[in-house]
């Protein structure tokens, strides 16, 4: 099996998470090529 090498293309994502049974947005930066999560960011407790 061999991997190919590439540079990560971060996009950036905005989901709604839940922590705790506690909704919130989350901003996440994944490769556009691979998928690859590269960060991921609590913005603000989102709204219930």
Known sequence: MTLRRHKHTAIT???IRQR???PYHVER???SNCRRL???KTIK???A
């Open 45 to 47: 407790r989102a709204a």
């Open 29 to 31: 930066k994944v490769c």
């Open 20 to 22: 705790a049974g506690v």
């Open 13 to 15: 994502i905005h989901a």
């Open 38 to 40: 590269l960060e991921e």
